[in-house]
């Protein structure tokens, strides 16, 4: 198939004249007619009804315009993604993030952004909100993805997403060191946690704690303010410095704590408490640090994709 056939036709027909198309493309007039004439023998079609003043487009010239205007914008469009993928962009990449996103969310997003971009080199770390936020102000990464919202006014906060927390317990709690309740008598979980959960509840509860700088325990403070809970009130058995940990120290039995429902999808957990207010995943940069054109396409990329626990199927 010959492009530059279908281009002539449309000359023609926008311009309603064999002359000043050729003068259009650069072309005689003979040459320009000879481009149609091929086509027009090719599909066994008249294109044109002519007579002394102008040119018509046939029935049949009609529907070949509309496709050869079609496959011109396409072979464009091909044209152009080409020579886009001849610009190589190469260069690093240095993300931050804390467990949360930096586990469920991250690494599917810098799947999508390798995918156009394959020559970035990807540098990822992964630690406690805090930490991460502590990076970024160093020009350690370029940017940060946390649970909870830093308020250093050097850096810019956009919220990009939600993620809820829950109570989690071993399946099996018979074994656990649990305060008693209610005259001596612990209820049934599944019972006592129908009620909410309130500060005598929480006291009796061993807990695993994560460390000051994460985003989920600073958002789990502020959810038990909210709810007229004070925090201090957690009987703390052991702190650890990452989820996992936590999620492993509960599913064998040592107490109960608090994750992201990303989190809790495990068989040997139990979900006893989910919080009903969300708490939001957040987008940090520095306002110090100038944005290299990767970080910008990746921060980009970022926005668009607005990490929702309904949409990854959580």
Not at 248 to 274: E, K, N, P
Not at 284 to 295: F, L, N
């Amino acid at each position: 198939m010959n492009l530059r056939r279908f281009h002539a036709l449309i000359e023609v027909a926008d311009r309603r004249s064999f002359s000043d198309a050729a003068h259009a493309m650069g072309l005689t007039q003979p040459a320009i007619s000879k481009q149609i004439k091929s086509l027009e023998d090719e599909l066994g079609v008249t294109f044109f009804l002519r007579d002394a003043a102008s040119v018509q487009l046939t029935e049949a010239g009609v529907r070949a315009y509309q496709t050869g205007k079609r496959l011109l914008q396409e072979y464009q469009g091909l044209v152009d993604y080409c020579r886009g993928m001849q610009e190589v962009v190469r260069g690093r990449l240095r993300v931050g993030a804390s467990t949360i996103p930096g586990t469920y969310l991250l690494p599917l997003a810098l799947r999508e952004f390798r995918m156009n971009y394959p020559h970035v080199e990807l540098n990822v770390t992964v630690a406690s909100s805090g930490n991460i936020v502590q990076r970024l102000l160093q020009g350690a990464v370029d940017l940060a993805i946390v649970g909870s919202e830093p308020s250093h006014e050097e850096l810019s906060v956009t919220p990009i997403g939600k993620d809820e927390l829950v109570l989690i317990s071993p399946r099996d709690v018979s074994h656990l060191n649990l305060e008693t309740l209610y005259n001596d008598q612990w209820e049934d979980l599944s019972t006592l946690f129908a009620h909410g959960l309130d500060q005598q509840r929480l006291q009796a509860l061993p807990m695993i704690g994560r460390e000051r700088t994460s985003g989920t325990q600073t958002s789990l403070e502020t959810t038990l303010r909210k709810a007229g809970i004070d925090p201090t009130c957690q009987r703390v058995i052991a702190h650890v410095e990452d989820t996992s940990t936590l999620v492993a120290m509960v599913a064998s039995g040592i107490g109960f704590g608090v994750v992201s429902a990303r989190a809790a999808q495990r068989a040997d957990l139990a979900i006893y408490h989910r919080f009903k207010e969300p708490r939001t995943l957040y987008l940090v940069t520095s306002k110090r640090q100038v944005q290299d054109g990767i970080a910008l396409r990746f921060i980009e990329h970022l926005k668009a994709t607005q990490f929702e626990r309904e949409r990854d199927g959580v």
